[in-house]
């Protein structure tokens, strides 16, 4: 069993770290807002830590698990980041969601100070975080990988190593931008049900059955009839994932259109206030658009 420094307790990383703490791995948190690290280790064990450069003492892995890639160098980097704890060699795993240019500098800055690192962002939201089956998508070194696996088995049930340092951010954030885009669409086709004055269960289930069926009619079918946006993935977090996908396309002269498209809805979203609320909150905007309300 390994010993753990796990920085960053959100929706996501409170039950990632749990995962850890279940399998038998010696858990230290640290959190930004200090209560939730406390009341984590109240109910799951370990121990707090009041920097991350204090979680990363005497931890053989440091795992991040926060917003952008700011706040995963501050934390690592900064001048109290868990670098600055870690005995040489120890192992960094980033599982946020940040730039895979920003992922292969921080790699690099670790590198130079002997330390290993992977990015390993998640899929699956926080009923998955919560059960341990996320699928989780490594960038880095093989040997790398390898010391990560006993953790990442703690976490999840698909591991894949999907190439180098930074294509993991790579795979995630195209894999996110198709899903918000799937999302916005399925939010469309019922608006546009509803001013047809369709039956939307019968609608929803024909779709189910055949060609348009997808991970997002299953997931968020329901809560959209029924406004419930009870946040298992927040838009504001969705809407990062795009842009991230949008900017890796633009360097490489691939166009995005309609992941482009669908970002407006999102940012309609996130301008009438539903940041914090789940991604499927877009249909408020498909409604806004059309003057209909399902």
Same mark, same amino acid.
């Given at each position: 069993?390994?010993? =753990?420094?796990?920085?960053? %307790? ?13 399998? !038998? ?111 989780? *998508?490594? !960038? ?14 703690? *976490?999840?049930?698909?591991? %894949?190593?999907?190439?180098? %340092? ?11 931008? =198709? ?11 019922? =608006? ?5 004055? =369709? ?18 009619? !299953? ?12 946040? %298992? ?62």
């Amino acid at each position: 069993m390994a010993s =753990v420094a796990f920085i960053g %307790l959100g929706l996501m990383g409170a039950r990632m770290a749990a995962s850890l703490a279940r399998a !038998g791995h010696e858990v230290t948190v640290h959190n930004r807002t200090a209560e939730k690290a406390r009341a984590w280790a109240d109910e799951h064990g370990g121990r707090v830590a009041g920097s991350p450069r204090e979680a990363a003492e005497g931890a053989s892995a440091v795992i991040t698990m926060v917003v952008h890639g700011a706040q995963v160098e501050e934390v690592l980097l900064g001048e109290d980041g868990a670098l600055h704890g870690a005995a040489e060699g120890t192992l960094f795993v980033d599982m946020s969601t940040i730039a895979p240019d920003d992922a292969r500098r921080l790699g690099a800055a670790l590198a130079e100070r002997g330390m290993a690192f992977v990015d390993a962002p998640v899929t699956g939201s926080s009923p998955k975080a919560q059960d341990g089956t996320l699928t989780i *998508m490594a !960038g880095g070194a093989d040997a790398d990988l390898e010391r990560a696996r006993p953790l990442f088995e703690a *976490m999840g049930e698909a591991i %894949l190593h999907v190439g180098e %340092l930074g294509h993991g951010q790579t795979v995630k954030v195209i894999s996110n931008a =198709v899903a918000a885009a799937n999302c916005a669409t399925l939010a469309q086709g019922l =608006v546009v049900g509803k001013a047809a004055g =369709v039956d939307l269960e019968a609608l929803v289930e024909v779709m189910a059955a055949g060609s348009a069926n997808s991970t997002m009619v !299953g997931l968020k079918a329901q809560p959209m009839l029924a406004h419930d946006y009870a946040p %298992l993935f927040r838009l504001e977090h969705m809407i990062k994932d795009v842009d991230l996908a949008l900017e890796a396309g633009h360097a490489t002269g691939a166009p995005f259109p309609s992941v482009a498209l669908a970002r407006e809805l999102y940012a309609a979203a996130l301008g009438r206030g539903l940041g914090e609320q789940d991604f499927a909150a877009v249909l408020e905007a498909a409604e806004g658009l059309a003057g209909v309300r399902l």
